[in-house]
């Protein structure tokens, strides 16, 4: 049987698989047809929250303040005219107590008690003018008071002429009148119309002689007048401290507008960033604010590894295709009795590498996915990578035999550290990061694997330092890469075939060979969690370029150098 039929019918899925892949997520990201735009309403008022929260909260207190100043004010005339009526209640029964024996007597007619009455109740007029005193500046009387006989008749008079109203009748207002019939008796009556509050309230009482017959009434008025300063005074300081307390209610209705605003810009700009992984904003004062985050942040998750676990499914299933087939058909040829040994040998071992591959693409794939998850963490510690590099080329000896190739030797600044042992302080405070090992012992073994797999002689790792991070680079003297495959090199799924071209090479090694193509991409994942960068690129010179400056890190004529820069640890 030809050799080269057998080689065709195993590794014909593998030639298309690329395209195929390709072809899928290119339908995924480029749906035929285009949504439809629709025009949005334009809005004659198109307000921030701040001020909408702002003006409604200005609203309320205008509308609440106008109807409790109006109730209050409303409320304050009528009770302080009660206040005044009581206190001339109390005046008139004091007075008509006071001047029972000087009516029954008739000293109340003699001009002396009268004069002297006169000087207890002078003061201004209240019928021309408004009475407007003030507490500490008071020194006069605003009661008027007048005594009439059993009759009506006004006996004594307390203002001056021209008011005086001695001598005339006064049966027929109300206070005496209604006093006169034993009811009580009280009036209100305008002095002057051309002023506010120029009414005079009056309230009399009945002086009766020691039979207890009505013999005279006392009436005494007060001006309405005389409390309008205090109310007034009252009504300003009322309007002066809601006025302070409705600027500061603004002002906190303001901040508290403000803080709200900023804080749903916050959620916004995290919701539209959520396909970049932006750090969920914290609210102090805001615990609602808090769940909504955390619920979207949920949400995000569970949408993600739903999209993760379908699109995981879908590529590990095609991935597994083309093995799979090889597989079935080494099984089918296998069955084959007229089948000679060089060519029952060669389909077994092809059965043994894609068996291989595939234990290498489930393991590599769930290690990707773990990275790949939103949830993923890194268990940091502080990790010095000399020892480390040392131990992974150890371990890697028995490939490197087995390829024939060179041991692996390690540099730092150039100088050789391959078997080096006790390190100086200043070695390990320059090449020592805070990294996750089980994770970084990945990276740099699918680095080292690479490597291998490609070189044809030599493998060597350079490490040198700045002042924040630390750069790892291992070289590999194989062949170049093309420029297209430098820009997919740590794209999922990408590979490069390689043709060995060792003259030691196992008697496997005239099949094309093919990875995972996960492996960079892996390396390139874990790195960017630890906060650092990967690179590749050829170095040295070719035989297509011989005029190509040597790289100076490597004593190789060319290669391919993958580069991790990583954060040093901090003091």
């Known amino acids: 049987m030809n050799h080269k039929k057998v080689n065709g019918y195993i590794n014909s899925h593998d030639n298309n698989r690329s395209n195929?892949?390709?072809?899928?997520?290119?339908?995924?990201?480029?749906?035929?047809?285009?949504?439809?735009?629709?025009?949005?309403?334009?809005?004659?008022?198109?307000?921030?929250?701040?001020?909408?929260?702002?003006?409604?909260?200005?609203?309320?207190?205008?509308?609440?303040?106008?109807?409790?100043?109006?109730q209050l004010f409303?409320?304050?005339?009528?009770?302080?005219?009660?206040?005044?009526?009581?206190?001339?209640?109390?005046?008139?029964?004091?007075?008509?107590?006071?001047?029972?024996?000087?009516?029954?007597?008739g000293q109340l007619y003699d001009a002396d008690f009268q004069a002297q009455l006169d000087a207890a109740f002078s003061g201004p007029s209240t019928s021309n003018q408004p009475i407007t005193p003030e507490y500490q500046k008071k020194s006069f009387s605003s009661f008027r008071v007048y005594v009439t006989d059993n009759q009506g008749m006004v006996i004594y008079d307390s203002l001056s002429q021209p008011d005086n109203d001695e001598g005339q009748d006064?049966?027929?207002?109300?206070?005496?009148?209604?006093?006169?019939?034993?009811?009580?008796?009280?009036?209100?009556?305008?002095?002057?119309?051309?002023?506010?509050?120029?009414?005079?309230?009056?309230?009399?009482?009945?002086?009766?002689?020691?039979?207890?017959?009505?013999?005279?009434?006392?009436?005494?008025?007060?001006?309405?007048?005389?409390?309008?300063?205090?109310?007034?005074n009252t009504r300003k300081r009322m309007l002066i401290t809601a006025l302070l307390m409705s600027i500061i209610a603004l002002i906190l209705a303001g901040l508290v507008a403000w803080w709200l605003k900023q804080s749903i810009t916050l959620v916004t700009q995290y919701t539209g960033a959520l396909a970049e992984?932006?750090?969920?904003?914290?609210?102090?004062?805001?615990?609602?604010?808090?769940?909504?985050?955390?619920?979207?942040?949920?949400?995000?998750?569970?949408l993600e590894n739903r999209a993760y676990v379908t699109d995981y499914v879908h590529t590990l299933t095609h991935e597994l295709k083309s093995p799979l087939t090889a597989i079935r058909a080494s099984g089918e040829l296998l069955e084959d009795d007229e089948l000679d040994a060089e060519d029952r040998q060669m389909l077994i071992q092809a059965v043994g590498e894609q068996s291989i591959k595939m234990q290498q693409l489930i393991d590599r794939l769930l290690l990707l996915a773990?990275?790949?998850?939103?949830?993923?963490?890194?268990?940091?510690?502080?990790?010095?990578?000399?020892?480390?590099?040392?131990?992974?080329?150890?371990?890697?000896?028995?490939?490197?035999?087995?390829?024939?190739?060179?041991?692996?030797?390690?540099y730092i600044d150039d100088k050789d550290m391959s078997k080096a042992t006790a390190l100086s302080a200043d070695i390990l405070a320059t090449t020592s990061i805070f990294a996750d090992q089980f994770w970084l012992v990945q990276v740099l073994q699918n680095v080292l694997d690479n490597a291998i797999h490609f070189a044809d002689n030599t493998i060597n790792v350079?490490?040198?330092?700045?002042?924040?991070?630390?750069?790892?680079?291992?070289?590999?003297?194989?062949?170049?890469?093309?420029?297209?495959?430098?820009?997919?090199?740590?794209?999922?799924?990408?590979?490069?075939?390689?043709?060995s071209q060792s003259e030691h090479a196992s008697m496997s090694s005239g099949a094309l060979k093919k990875g995972t193509g996960l492996g960079l991409t892996l390396v390139k994942q874990v790195i960017e969690h630890h906060g650092g960068h990967v690179s590749i690129r050829n170095v040295g010179s070719s035989?297509?370029?011989?005029?190509?400056?040597?790289?100076?890190n490597t004593s190789q004529s060319s290669g391919v150098m993958v580069s991790l820069t990583l954060p040093l640890a901090k003091d």
């Open 74 to 105: 409303g409320y304050v005339k009528p009770t302080a005219q009660q206040v005044i009526e009581d206190t001339l209640l109390d005046t008139s029964k004091l007075l008509a107590a006071s001047l029972q024996t000087p009516l029954s007597s």
């Open 370 to 410: 773990k990275t790949e998850q939103p949830t993923f963490k890194l268990n940091r510690q502080l990790t010095p990578l000399l020892p480390l590099l040392q131990s992974l080329a150890k371990d890697n000896a028995a490939k490197l035999q087995q390829q024939q190739l060179s041991p692996i030797s390690i």
């Open 462 to 499: 350079y490490m040198h330092s700045t002042a924040k991070a630390v750069t790892i680079e291992v070289f590999n003297d194989g062949k170049w890469l093309p420029d297209y495959a430098i820009d997919k090199a740590f794209d999922r799924y990408f590979s490069l075939s390689h043709q």
């Open 543 to 552: 035989a297509n370029d011989a005029n190509k400056e040597v790289d100076t």
């Open 277 to 302: 992984d932006t750090k969920k904003p914290y609210f102090y004062l805001g615990h609602e604010l808090n769940s909504l985050t955390d619920t979207i942040e949920t949400m995000k998750h569970r």
């Open 20 to 70: 195929t892949n390709q072809s899928n997520w290119y339908a995924k990201l480029h749906p035929i047809g285009t949504a439809k735009q629709t025009a949005k309403p334009e809005r004659l008022l198109n307000l921030s929250i701040f001020f909408r929260i702002w003006l409604a909260v200005a609203l309320v207190l205008v509308i609440c303040g106008a109807l409790v100043f109006g």
């Open 170 to 232: 006064y049966s027929q207002w109300n206070d005496v009148y209604l006093t006169l019939k034993g009811e009580y008796g009280a009036r209100s009556t305008v002095r002057n119309h051309r002023h506010r509050d120029g009414s005079v309230m009056y309230v009399a009482q009945p002086i009766n002689n020691a039979a207890g017959d009505t013999i005279g009434v006392v009436s005494v008025g007060k001006p309405t007048a005389s409390v309008r300063h205090y109310l007034d």
